[in-house]
């Protein structure tokens, strides 16, 4: 009777193991690569079509800004997750400027001491313009630290942004 069962379990054994082999493909299916340098930046389309309608007198009016050195502003870093391209962004004081579909801005930007060691703060309203629901609510509203961002992140799916330092205040 001990013969008979484990003559039964060899037969199954070899039904499953010789079933395996059958349906088994002999092809090694590969995915075509990926050519990163042919990526684009998910925002560098926006900025495209912006500059293009940018006029002389806002370009010009942008420069004297850029060249104006007791304009207090923000130094910004923000980062496309998808590409890991970083920009660096100025953002002036209660001025809107756009990264990607994001709308920025700084309300107050200072330095605070603390344990003897000078740290930069900010009020930043962040808006995200591709989510139309409603206008007046801002995906960040909120003091940044530019020593520890993780106190208050900044949290979107595809863009990062993170406080360096505060400018002329």
Not at 108 to 120: A, P
């Amino acid at each position: 009777m001990i013969l008979g069962n484990n003559f039964k379990i060899f037969l199954i054994l070899i039904f499953f193991s010789s079933s395996y082999f059958l349906h088994a493909e002999q092809k090694i299916i590969t995915s075509p690569l990926v050519n990163i340098e042919k990526i684009k930046p998910s925002f560098e389309d926006l900025q495209e079509e912006r500059e293009k309608n940018i006029s002389s007198s806002e370009i010009k009016e942008r420069k004297k800004k850029e060249n104006n050195i007791n304009t207090p502003h923000a130094e910004l870093i923000g980062l496309d997750k998808i590409t890991a391209k970083s920009t660096k962004l100025i953002v002036y004081l209660n001025e809107l400027t756009r990264f990607g579909p994001l709308e920025i801005k700084i309300l107050q930007c200072g330095k605070v001491k603390k344990n003897n060691k000078v740290d930069d703060i900010a009020y930043m309203q962040v808006k995200d313009l591709t989510k139309s629901e409603n206008e007046k609510v801002f995906i960040f509203n909120g003091w940044t630290f530019a020593s520890d961002p993780s106190l208050t992140p900044f949290d979107h799916a595809i863009y990062d942004l993170q406080l360096i330092n505060c400018k002329k205040i």
